[in-house]
């Protein structure tokens, strides 16, 4: 079992009698659950706050299961507090800047990232390639994780070997020029949409910090 205390404390302890199998301190701040990637070896950890006590100066941390040292660890400014899903060897998982992350669970390779309205605190939800999650601008939002997947294998296994590096660089290219144009250009998005039902925190503010499932 692994567990992450609020003040960033990592711990793997054996369920069968208690005894901590090891420990790393990974910050000051931390408000989320760990996630196994378990095909990768690694835990995988988010942190608010590395030095501080409030959010800001955060990081996103893969432990090796057998040690708990450090395999690898990426910064982020605004801290996060999402508990990351994973699926295979890839996770996801979003900032208090408003940012939702795919990387390779092995070595930290980001695949993409969107930018939503506001800040991601709750953990995404993956049902059938699609991933699902909500922001404190208080929108649902659903995104296809198929590009990570194609953006990866399409140009190393098929259009540089057939194609050349330069060209299959110049084609993805004017690829990506298209369908920035097009994302310009009035449309109905997949969807994106504001919660059917308001949900109150404790301090009365309609914008859940729960993980959907």
């Known amino acids: 079992m692994y567990v992450l205390d609020d003040d960033c404390a990592a711990r793997k302890i054996n369920v069968h009698n208690g005894h901590v199998v ?7 701040l931390c408000a989320a659950s760990p996630a196994v990637a378990s095909q990768a070896g690694v835990v ?3 942190v608010l706050s590395v030095q501080g006590h409030s959010p800001g100066g955060g990081r996103f941390v893969a432990l090796s299961i057998k040690n708990g ?6 910064p982020d400014g605004a801290g996060t507090e999402t ?7 890839t996770v996801y998982y979003g900032d208090q800047g408003g940012n939702l992350y795919s990387r390779n669970a092995k070595n930290g390779h980001l695949y993409w990232a969107y930018h939503a309205s506001g800040a991601i605190k709750g953990g995404p939800a993956l049902v059938n390639g699609i991933l699902y999650f909500g922001d404190y601008a208080g929108r649902v939002y659903a995104l296809s994780t198929a590009g990570s997947i194609l953006g990866t294998f399409l140009p190393v296994f098929w259009f540089i070997p057939t194609y050349g590096t330069r060209p299959t660089l110049e084609g993805f290219g004017l690829v990506l020029v ?3 144009v097009a994302g310009l250009w009035p449309r109905n998005r997949r969807w994106q949409r504001k919660p059917a039902c308001k949900c ?3 301090a009365g503010t309609p914008w859940p910090e729960t993980s959907a499932i």
């Open 69 to 74: 040292k450090i395999v690898w660890s990426r």
């Open 22 to 28: 090891w420990f790393k301190k990974l910050g000051n």
């Open 178 to 180: 298209g369908v920035s």
């Open 44 to 46: 995988l950890m988010s």
């Open 83 to 89: 508990s990351p899903i994973v699926s295979n060897t």
């Open 200 to 202: 109150w925190s404790a």
